[in-house]
């Protein structure tokens, strides 16, 4: 929680819909470079958020929103390696 008692805000770089920061989960782009899924929330490196829904892994994958998030091309493997590793952690 932040000073004042609010939570944080972030969006869904894949449906737009804002939320508190504990309700999504966050992809990160290294200082090396590499993007993966942080499941802890607390990786170093810029940060992306995305809903905890099958939905919106789907759209993050046919969007491809990352590579402007991040400022770097990101190839479409990695999206289909975000996807799967969500899908894995789910099960």
């Given amino acids: 929680m932040s ?3 609010n939570p944080p805000i972030r969006t869904c ?11 999504l989960m966050r992809i ?10 942080d499941f802890s929330g607390r990786l170093p490196g810029r940060g992306a958020y995305v809903c905890k829904t099958e939905a919106c892994m789907k759209l993050l994958t046919k969007r ?9 091309p990101v190839p479409g493997e990695v ?3 975000l996807e799967e590793e969500f899908l894995d952690a789910k099960n």
């Fill in 28 to 37: 990160v782009r290294t200082p090396e470079g590499e993007v993966m899924l």
């Fill in 64 to 72: 491809k929103p990352l590579s402007k998030v991040f400022s770097v």
């Fill in 79 to 81: 999206y289909a390696r």
């Fill in 3 to 5: 000073a004042k008692g």
């Fill in 13 to 23: 770089i894949a449906c737009r819909k804002e939320m508190e920061k504990r309700e």
